[in-house]
């Protein structure tokens, strides 16, 4: 079955410091990823893709993120952490199970606190 | 969420009551999704469309319908069969294929008087 763990709840980091959010998936055949964020309230916002290509990808409001092949992982990445990047991030993968019907499988989702 | 509208954005169901929740676009996509997240569960996929007049069962369809009759609108109606609704529930659009993103409303959130 295809799937998407976001092994942590929440993660806690200084304002200014990297943060890490973390995504692995279990997929058959190459993996379609996506990072979504969502602030209180509202709906969620995307933030980058992997389709294909360099595993670094570069997305909105300074966010970055490395896929893994070989450790099925796609890690939310940001050099400098800002207050107002507090919010809920989820992880997302596209299902190819019933074809390309451009479901996407999410995982739980990590709440990430900035402090001042 | 521009381009994406979900009404209304607070709704309340009396018990055995039957509600709908709109959801209507103008970015002329296709492909139009209904997901439920519930605190700590992510989401889960209701209902799919990706052509008028054409819809699926995602995971969790039971107690939940949808229509689509115009390629803007794809309204989700919570019956009285769905016996948990209160939830966060948001509409999806997306161009079509694999590779393509999906945009999300700002939701509507359900609660049970």
């Known amino acids: 079955a295809q799937s998407v763990a976001q092994p942590e709840d929440q993660v806690n980091v200084a304002e200014g410091n990297p943060l890490t959010v973390k995504c692995t998936y279990s997929?058959?055949?190459?993996?379609?990823l996506f990072w979504y964020v969502q602030y209180p309230n509202r709906g969620l916002q995307f933030l980058l893709k992997?389709?294909?290509?360099?595993?670094l990808v570069k997305g909105s409001y300074g966010f970055e993120a490395e896929f893994n092949k070989s450790q099925t992982s796609f890690h939310l990445k940001k050099p400098s952490a800002l207050v107002s990047d507090s919010a809920l991030y989820f992880c997302?993968?596209?299902?190819?199970?019933?074809?390309?019907?451009?479901?996407?499988?999410f995982g739980q989702g990590t709440t990430l606190q900035v402090k001042p | 969420d521009g381009g994406i509208t979900q009404s209304p954005k607070y709704l309340f169901r009396k018990e055995g009551q039957n509600v709908t929740l709109s959801c209507e676009q103008n970015?002329?996509?296709?492909?139009m999704y209904w997901y439920r997240q519930d605190p700590g569960q992510g989401l889960r996929l209701i209902y799919y469309?990706?052509?008028?007049?054409?819809?699926q069962k995602g995971d969790i369809a039971e107690g939940y319908s949808v229509s689509r009759e115009k390629k803007e609108s794809f309204p989700l109606t919570v019956t009285s069969a769905q016996k948990n609704p209160t939830a966060f529930y948001l509409c999806?659009?997306?161009?079509?294929?694999?590779?393509?993103?999906?945009?999300f409303g700002a939701g509507t959130r359900l609660s049970v008087l």
């Open positions: 970015l002329n996509h296709d492909a």
């Open positions: 999806a659009i997306g161009a079509g294929g694999g590779k393509n993103i999906q945009y």
């Open positions: 992997y389709i294909t290509g360099d595993n």
């Open positions: 469309s990706q052509i008028v007049n054409d819809f």
């Open positions: 997302a993968v596209r299902d190819f199970i019933y074809g390309n019907t451009g479901k996407l499988i």
């Open positions: 997929v058959s055949g190459n993996p379609y």
